[in-house]
């Protein structure tokens, strides 16, 4: 079974740019969840989706950050202008609430913002 | 709020036991877990337990959870070379479908020959 794949793995980009990451979860997983991981830190949710539907959203920077999941498969993050203190890891992770609700993480994609 | 409290290091000589711990305060979670991360790759579940069990064994791996201090400890025995790496904690409420994980800083493991 493949696992949660995220383009790309790295991006470099300037402030005040926009970038935007891409998540493909695991087959059949309705639960889809973004994470944003500061060096030194452990992850912390951004936001929640259920099939196309947001469930949780109130750690998500409104006013920089987007997220969509048009179709409830693949989903989409975007930073637009991007800050300095947005240098991090976005993990995506997905899950088909099993017996103990286990998130399978993908590898992330490790933003720098210069 | 939620939040979850682990020590930043933690070294052990090779063969020893590992004891990393973590505190939270949610008294709400549904479950709790510990997560590996290895320099380079992506969050690895190691274990978790249900917020109504005291303690899970799994191998090398025992999770023992105190409800009333709200602690949380994962031992790993025998400690290997390849148990080095950074181990999250990690609460899960789950209530009105919103359930994203509230992690710990985590902690550095580092192994000692």
């Known amino acids: 079974e493949a696992g949660v794949a995220q383009s790309p793995r790295y991006k470099i980009i300037e402030k005040r740019q926009s970038v935007a990451f891409w998540c493909n979860p695991i087959?059949?997983?309705?639960?889809l969840y973004w994470y944003q991981q500061i060096l030194g830190q452990g992850p912390k949710l951004l936001i929640q989706f259920q099939n196309n539907g947001v469930v949780d959203d109130s750690q998500l920077p409104k006013d920089r950050f987007s997220a969509e999941r048009l179709k409830g498969v693949d989903s989409t993050l975007k930073i637009q202008p991007a800050k300095l203190e947005d240098s991090a890891v976005y993990l995506c992770?997905?899950?088909?609430?099993?017996?103990?609700?286990?998130?399978?993480f993908g590898p992330g994609t490790r933003l720098t913002v210069l | 709020g939620e939040d979850v409290e682990q020590s930043l290091f933690l070294s052990v000589r090779e063969g020893d036991s590992s004891v990393i711990n973590c505190t939270y305060t949610d008294s709400s979670s549904t479950y709790l877990y510990w997560y590996k991360q290895e320099p380079g790759a992506g969050l690895q579940l190691l274990t978790y337990i249900f917020s109504n069990m005291d303690m899970k064994q799994d191998q090398r791996l025992t999770v023992l959870l105190n409800k009333k201090d709200k602690h949380l400890s994962l031992r790993i025995a025998d400690t290997q070379t390849g148990d080095s790496a950074i181990y999250f904690c990690a609460e899960s409420y789950s209530g009105g479908g919103a359930d994203g994980l509230t992690f710990g800083k985590g902690t550095h493991l580092i192994i000692q020959p």
């Open positions: 087959s059949g997983h309705a639960t």
């Open positions: 992770a997905s899950t088909n609430r099993g017996a103990h609700n286990e998130q399978f």
